[in-house]
């Protein structure tokens, strides 16, 4: 029953999840240096109000107690307290997953979208001269190393022609959200490098899968009937290639969220990958923990949405 | 990056096909509406891109701050970030504030005196103070605000008020000082600002993280401007407080916006986004002055960077390089490092050679070490030093300690909250090795160090040391009792009696210029004996567009800093540029433009022009 | 598989060999075989030919340039100048030349990306031959969870945690690749491993009672590896990418010079902002002819190794 693999699939989830979110305790745990201690020295902080940080990040009970606190508060939405600015972790969250999802959302899209369709015109046409042109500027992209390409485009439109917005997310301040126009400018630089990351990746998925369903024995017997390319392409050749190619786009969020990282530090994006870099540098740790957990639980969600997915459009996934 | 190697089980080749219109026809409208919404958006980009800022007539006057410190928590009890610092400096006052020379100057209190003992000080209030919400301002605000702090161990602003010290408020406009011991008490000035009691004093039985998490728009307070709003991780706004009780201001706003990249605030203050952009690192000097109608200040630097020595002690893991303990080695070390060559390769045009351990912000206090007193870069010198020492060198160049015989090593934390602070190790690596020293340069996180400098596990570090603009704070850190206990100051464990006396001489001075003096010989005394090298002062860099905003102030005078660090004055005095003249957005200095498209081609062209052509392919059976 | 096709009947006319040297003869004539269809690859030798040539340069780099010239103290020349005479490529902010740091950047890159790799696949073949080999038993769902956890987090995001816990050096960075690397090759010496598994010699292999160990190491291994082998060569072209993207964030070491490092050092000293393009596009470029080296290559031996993967173009 199709149920039952989905319940499995789901269930592997959710063990995975609790795997994450213990492994994302015990890594915290071992870093060294000592965010409170830094902070005393910089604020000349006495040896009774340092206790008292202590004891209200809980880093003065064992181990053992820690863990289930961690574990308790983490699943009541409870995602603890910045160490730097004393406001509440999920809410700093909250406030930056939007330009994150919209970044990450949009350039996956793009990218899919393009590649994709590249990619089943150069694998259905190989040889051709969009072919290898598409093929090759593919893997020139997926050669270039993206911080440089968002640095590049940076300086090109932003810097030397002006036609862009050196980063941020809006130039307005005051007067309620920013403008559509607004966000749209920032917005594009930003977006373009995500995708110019990825997109060769999928070109190439995507160009593989219908080169190998070419070959296949169905194809033929529809060149036989007399089917016209077109048809063949759209009809037969993609449908069964788009599978394996789609699978592998809603996995490579997880990469993706890493791109994120890079280029919204380049372009100064406000999202949770910029908060991470600067958790990193403030070493504020439940910060960390906490973007950790939210990009390895989207990689899972990731996961099972593609695994649900691979399970009503593969009419074998009966048998697995 | 994603594989492209297919892994198990995501092979494609299926036992049956299946057909189905469903996922094409998806397909279809997914990419035609990518395709339209990229065209409406492009040409929505084309448009608007010409349109740089909206017109100045009818707009409120606004004044843009470019930053790349972050404002997380914009609350004054959270401050921690510089952007922070200056949103609260902005908003808020001092009973005394810093003046000219970063030495106390009328704020909400005209004046503060001192009774004979100097144990009691009476400070009055200036007439017809009010808050932003129109309540007054009244010396109960500010006893309030003082024993709020230490209740609460705010300690960026309690450690103004000496153990003991109680506050009274004898009638609205005065408010006084009891001290247990004579201090110059408020005229240091107490770094504390005064905050309206009728608002937090509701907090007055909460914990510190309750009230840091108290939100209030738009705040209340006395300076020149309060905030009105804050967009988390992108701007910042501050309107102008109809009540405040100087000149008023020209702007009606002032926002702060953030930048990550230093780079991307240059653009901006190419492109016109900004009219000041607040915090550059000397590399960018070259860029900031090819800009049109930009003025650069170079801040005098409130930090400096130190090369620490450490003389062990601290526990049980404390093995410092023994050699470190003779004055003769660190004189020579000092020696064989060229100061200005670490500026001009480390901060070029944006620092100056160090010299004592007072920050030179603090112009009143800085001693500027005489000529004939100097230290010179000479590594000639410094090995004819070490040879007459002792320390002969070994048969690979590196020298020996005649003590221990082992070779002079030492290991080198450079803290990562100090901008090129590991270009500097390894410049000091380099220059060390001239004179037989090798050098192990380890690029540490600041929170690691703190560890390091608690258990004294390196021979020496480099970070830096800043202070207040009082002297006492940063003199303090060298005395014997900095080094005890947990979360002690002190670097190396330096401990000198002599200095010990100095230290308390001027800290019991009384008198401004006898104490300066007091303050100079303290100073001249860490310079001969070197626990710590002053390394090098780097500039803070501020740039401002001159035919947008003009009238800035800088506190302390000249040197000092245009945007909101210790005082308000300069917001309070800026306006629009009288003339402002036009600048084409596209920069005259820059890269060559021919070089562009080639690396633009390179990338976009091919799958442009591809998507363009619909390919007939009837090639599909070609073989090559 | 390569490693089954017939010897062709130049085996009859040799006298009897013994089972080695049966072995080794099979594997030349197939690495030979395997060489023919890869120099008929145009975009592979070419790969080959720039690996070869970035290869000699980084092994001679103590040759080409001297200590002195890349120790910020020592270097003379121009600072932040555009090409000139003696310095082709120009300069650095400390007036070191570029070409040289390009070249002693080479070395560091290219040891780092085949190190990490080598990490990589080490612990990605073992894990995936043990989970294949013992197939569907708790042993292969265990190592299966694990292999899926490091699947699962976003690689990035725990080379920074990782990297923040270690520090920057670059024996970390390697490390740091390594770890976040090795589950993907994993998967598919796993899958590998599941179909060789099951080949007639191996059931008779233990059917004479040699021990798993052996089994794995001298039957399925052999079998194995030469996808494992196409598999590393793609990950070096990651995993130089991936030390890029932890240089520019600074996680690198900054003591050290990768191409990478350039890359963070030009940024943060304005390069862009100052018009310094000698500084910032060389060591981007450098990365890119690398990395699609060897990806081509790659690529190549992936096609040769596994004939359903044909993706000649």
């Not at chain 2, 002969?392 to 300690?401: E, L, S």
């Amino acid at each position: 029953m199709r149920l039952r693999y989905i319940a499995r699939k789901c269930g592997w989830a959710l063990l995975t999840l609790l795997f994450v979110l213990s492994a994302n305790f015990f890594l915290f745990r071992i870093m060294p240096g000592d965010p409170i201690g830094l902070l005393a020295r910089s604020t000349r902080l006495s040896p009774e109000a340092l206790a008292q940080q202590i004891h209200l990040y809980g880093l003065d009970q064992p181990l053992p107690a820690q863990y289930l606190t961690y574990l308790k508060q983490t699943l009541s939405g409870n995602l603890g307290v910045s160490i730097i600015s004393g406001t509440e972790v999920a809410e700093t969250l909250a406030s930056r997953m939007w330009p994150t999802v919209l970044l990450v959302g949009l350039g996956t899209l793009i990218a899919a979208v393009v590649g994709v369709v590249a990619g089943i015109k150069g694998g259905w046409t190989r040889g051709s001269g969009f072919d290898r042109g598409s093929l090759y500027s593919s893997l020139l992209l997926y050669a270039t190393p993206e911080g440089w390409l968002g640095m590049l485009l940076l300086i090109v439109f932003a810097g030397t022609l002006g036609w862009f917005p050196a980063g941020g997310y809006a130039s307005n301040s005051g007067a309620g959200a920013a403008s559509f126009g607004d966000v749209a400018r920032h917005l594009f630089l930003p977006v373009l490098t995500l995708s110019l990351g990825y997109v060769g990746s999928f070109v190439i998925v995507m160009r593989s899968s219908m080169i190998d369903v070419k070959e296949e024995q169905y194809i033929t017997t529809a060149r036989a009937k007399g089917l016209s390319d077109g048809t063949i392409r759209s009809q037969h050749a993609v449908p069964n290639a788009f599978l394996p190619s789609f699978t592998l786009i809603v996995l490579s969020v997880g990469f993706i969220l890493g791109g994120a990282i890079v280029v919204e530090t380049v372009f100064s994006w406000p999202g949770l990958g910029l908060l991470t870099y600067q958790a990193i540098q403030d070493q504020d740790y439940p910060v960390l923990q906490a973007v950790f957990l939210i990009s390895s639980g989207a990689v899972v969600v990731a996961n099972l949405i593609a695994d649900i997915a691979y399970g009503y459009l593969d009419p074998r996934v009966e048998e697995v | 990056m994603v594989s492209l190697v297919k892994g198990d089980g995501m092979s494609s080749q299926f036992a049956r096909s299946f057909v189905s219109r469903k996922p094409v026809r998806m397909m279809s409208a997914a990419i035609a509406l990518t395709m339209a919404a990229s065209v409406g958006a492009f040409g929505m980009v084309s448009a608007t891109a010409d349109s740089a800022s909206p017109s100045p007539a009818a707009a409120p006057k606004v004044l843009r701050i470019g930053t790349t410190t972050s404002i997380d928590n914009p609350t004054i009890w959270a401050v921690n970030s510089a952007s922070e610092w200056g949103s609260i400096v902005i908003q808020y006052d001092m009973a005394l504030k810093f003046g000219p020379d970063l030495t106390a100057s009328p704020g909400l209190a005209t004046s503060c005196d001192p009774s004979e003992d100097n144990r009691t000080w009476t400070c009055h209030l200036r007439d017809g103070l009010k808050w932003s919400d129109g309540q007054p301002i009244t010396s109960k605000d500010v006893v309030f605000s003082y024993n709020f702090v230490r209740d609460k161990q705010f300690d960026y602003f309690n450690s103004y008020f000496p153990e003991g010290t109680t506050f009274t408020a004898p009638d609205d406009k005065t408010f006084v000082w009891h001290l247990t011991k004579p201090s110059i008490g408020p005229m240091r000035p107490a770094w504390c600002y005064i905050v309206p009691e009728h608002i937090w004093g509701k907090y007055s039985n909460s914990t510190q993280n309750q009230i840091k998490a108290v939100k209030l728009f738009p705040n209340v307070a006395s300076g020149p401007f309060v905030m009105t709003q804050a967009n988390a991780g992108q701007n910042w706004t501050f309107s102008r407080n109809p009540n405040f009780w100087g000149t008023k201001p020209t702007y009606d706003q002032v926002v702060f916006q953030l930048y990550t990249n230093q780079e991307a605030m240059v653009q901006a203050l190419k492109n016109g986004e900004i009219d000041i952009a607040d915090g550059f690192d000397g590399p960018l000097l070259p860029a900031l002055t090819a800009i049109p109608n930009v003025a650069v200040q170079k801040v005098e630097s409130d930090f400096w960077v130190s090369l620490a020595f450490n003389f062990g002690g601290q526990g049980p893991n404390a093995h410092p390089l023994p050699a470190l303990k003779d004055l003769n080695v660190r004189k020579a070390i000092q020696m064989a490092i060229d100061k200005q060559g670490i500026v001009d390769k480390v901060y070029p045009g944006a620092a100056t050679p160090g010299d004592t351990i007072v920050r030179p912000l603090s112009t009143f206090w800085h001693l500027n070490v005489p000529a004939e007193k100097v230290i010179e870069y000479d590594p000639a010198a410094a090995n004819a030093l070490l040879d007459q020492s002792g320390y002969a060198k070994g048969a690979d160049g590196i020298r020996i300690d005649p003590k221990t015989n082992e070779p002079l090593h030492i290991t080198l934390p450079t803290s990562d909250d100090v901008n090129g602070s590991s270009d500097v190790g390894q410049l000091v690596r380099g220059y060390l090795k001239q004179i037989g020293i090798t050098v192990d340069v380890k690029p540490t996180t600041a929170a690691k160090m703190y560890d390091l400098q608690q258990s004294g596990e390196f021979d020496a570090y480099i970070w830096y040391w800043s202070g207040d603009p009082d002297p006492n704070y940063v003199l303090s850190v060298f005395t014997s009792s900095a080094c005890d206990g947990d979360g002690h100051l002190s670097d190396g464990c330096w401990k000198d009696p002599a200095y010990d006396a100095l230290f308390e001489k001027q800290q019991a001075e009384f008198d401004q210029a006898k104490r300066q003096q007091d303050v100079y010989e303290a100073q001249q005394y860490i310079y001969d004996q070197i626990p710590d090298v002053a390394l090098v002062y780097p500039n803070y860099i501020e740039a401002y567009r001159t035919d947008k905003v003009a009238g800035l102030v800088a506190t302390p005078a000249k040197v000092g800093y245009l945007t909101t660090s210790y005082d308000y004055a300069s917001m309070v005095a800026a306006h629009p540029a009288e003339q402002p003249v036009t600048t084409d957005s596209s920069s005259s200095g820059g890269i060559p433009v021919w070089v562009w498209p080639l690396a633009v081609a390179a990338i976009g062209v091919g799958v442009f022009l591809s998507m363009r052509r619909s390919g007939k392919g009837s090639e599909e059976f070609e073989r090559d | 598989m390569a490693t089954d096709l017939p010897l062709g009947d130049q085996s009859l006319e040799v006298g009897p060999l013994s089972p080695r040297q049966l072995t080794w003869r099979r594997r030349r004539d197939s690495f030979g075989r395997t060489w023919s269809v890869f120099r008929s690859n145009r975009q592979a030798m070419t790969g080959l030919v720039i690996l070869v040539l970035f290869g000699l340069v980084a092994l001679f780099s103590p040759l080409l340039v001297s200590e002195d010239a890349v120790d910020p103290s020592m270097a003379s020349g121009p600072p932040n100048s555009p090409p000139i005479a003696g310095y082709p490529l120009g300069t650095d902010g400390f007036g070191r030349s570029v070409l040289a740091l390009l070249i002693v950047g080479s070395r560091v890159s290219l040891i780092v990306g085949l190190t990490a790799t080598l990490g990589a696949v080490f612990i990605g073949a073992t894990v995936g031959l043990i989970s294949g080999f013992y197939g569907g038993t708790r042993i292969d769902r265990v190592l299966g969870t694990l292999t899926d956890w490091f699947l699962v987090i976003p690689w990035l995001v725990l080379a920074i945690v990782l990297a923040a816990i270690l520090g920057p050096t670059l024996l970390n960075v390697i490390l740091v690749i390594a770890v976040t690397s090795w589950a993907m090759t994993s998967r598919i010496v796993r899958a590998q491993t599941l179909s060789v598994r099951t080949l007639p010699y191996v059931e008779r292999a233990r059917a004479l009672g040699a021990s798993d160990a052996s089994i794995i190491t001298r039957h399925v291994l052999p079998n194995v590896f030469p996808v494992i082998f196409a598999q590393a060569v793609l990950t070096v072209a990651i995993a130089i990418l991936s030390e890029t993207t932890l240089a520019i964030l600074g996680l690198g070491d900054p003591t050290s010079i990768s191409w990478g490092i350039i890359i963070e050092q030009a940024f943060n000293a304005g390069a862009m902002a100052n018009g310094y393009w000698w500084w910032m596009i060389p060591p981007g470029l450098c990365i890119i002819a690398v990395t699609l080296a060897f990806t081509m290559c790659g690529y190549a031996l992936e096609e040769i190794f596994n004939p359903r993967l044909r993706r000649r173009g």
